[in-house]
């Protein structure tokens, strides 16, 4: 089946600092890729997403590349700031399944801790 | 705010109880999700529905359900809880579901079993 695998955190760093979470995937079709973040307390909520090969999602300064012949999707921002300290999730979205579902599968998160 | 609905935010409970976790999607999403996370077992998929029907089934227990209302709110039920079901659950929706389609997630309930 899919899956999702993603670098263990907690990853720290320091203001100002480069930052790359890497992420891989299995899908057993061409699937759309998604990073995920979750700030205390709170829901998950879409940060950037890319549906084929080659695409680049961004936002917030945080970019992350498609690479089919990789099969990765690896997050990098330039620049941390203590307010991207969160939880990032890698996920995929594959199919259509059984019923015609298309299920988001996610990594287990990369916990992000940034210092001022 | 996603939109999204979920109560109670916490809920403690003793073994071989059950609970309601229920979710209000967003306006207008028929697509419901609901996720189980723990800290070894990350975000797990555990069921789906979509305009009120079952459409997809993934890691949950028989001790588990879940069903979706004609207003499109839906319930997870839990019974004979074990300490193991201790656990932040998801509920996320999305407009129908596609392959590039964003979920939106609630804020989660917090379930503790003591």
């Known amino acids: 089946g899919d899956s999702v695998t993603q670098m263990e955190g907690p990853v720290t760093l320091s203001e100002e600092a480069f930052l790359t979470i890497n992420c891989t995937y299995t899908a057993t079709g061409y699937p759309s890729l998604f990073w995920y973040v979750q700030y205390p307390g709170e829901g998950l909520q879409l940060l950037l997403k890319?549906?084929?090969?080659?695409d680049k999602g961004s936002n917030k300064g945080f970019e992350a590349t498609y690479r089919k012949e990789t099969t990765s999707f690896h997050l990098e921002k330039g620049s941390v700031q203590v307010s991207d300290s969160a939880v990032y999730f890698c996920?995929?979205?594959?199919?259509?399944?059984?019923?015609?579902?298309?299920?988001?599968?996610f990594g287990r998160g990369t916990s992000l801790i940034v210092h001022p | 705010d996603s939109g999204v609905t979920q109560t109670p935010k916490h809920l403690i409970t003793a073994t071989g109880q059950r609970v309601t976790l229920r979710c209000s999607p967003r306006s207008g999403d028929l697509s419901v999700y609901w996720y189980q996370q723990s800290l070894d077992q990350g975000l797990q998929f555990l069921i789906q529905?979509?305009?009120?029907?079952?459409?997809a089934k993934g890691n949950i227990l028989e001790r588990f359900s879940a069903q979706q209302f004609p207003d499109l709110h839906s319930e997870l039920n839990l019974s004979s809880l074990e300490l193991g079901d201790s656990a932040l659950y998801f509920c996320?929706?999305?407009?129908?579901?596609?392959?590039?389609?964003?979920?939106?997630f609630g804020q989660g309930t917090r379930l503790t079993v003591v």
């Open positions: 996320a929706s999305s407009v129908p579901d596609g392959l590039n389609t964003e979920a939106f």
């Open positions: 529905y979509y305009n009120g029907e079952e459409r």
């Open positions: 996920a995929l979205s594959d199919g259509p399944g059984s019923g015609g579902s298309y299920i988001p599968t």
């Open positions: 890319a549906t084929k090969a080659d």
